[in-house]
Nanobody
């Protein structure tokens, strides 16, 4: 059973930086896509960034140029480096492991709060 644990969230001022980590406690294949999603009160969960097993990346327009997703397959861990944070980035951030179109695993989330 795969367990995903996010860490690195917290309170940060605007223009600050945070790095989120998503560690898989069970061994996973490096071919699987991993992603970061976020959800703030009153809004739908949205894709922030994805990275495939081949290290192809995709970003939401709102975070392009500010966020970077990466992975360390030896550590079964994905990262989200967040720079130039804005108050509108405030949300719960969730890690997702995509096994197939119909099977995914989610972490419990980590809160990011950006103050102005």
């Amino acid at each position: 059973q795969v367990q995903l644990v996010e860490s690195g969230g917290g309170l940060v001022q605007a223009w600050g930086s945070l790095r989120l980590s998503c560690a898989a406690s069970g061994r996973i294949s490096s071919i699987y896509t991993m992603g970061w999603y976020r959800q703030s009160p009153g809004k739908q969960r949205e894709l922030v960034a994805r990275i495939t097993g081949g290290s192809t990346t995709n970003y939401a327009d709102s975070v392009k140029g500010r966020f970077t997703i990466s992975r360390d397959n030896a550590k079964n861990t994905a990262y989200l480096q967040m720079n130039s944070l804005k108050p509108e980035d405030t949300a719960a951030y969730y890690c997702k492991l995509e096994i197939s179109y119909v099977r995914s695993y989610w972490g419990q989330g980590t809160q990011v709060t950006v103050s102005s």
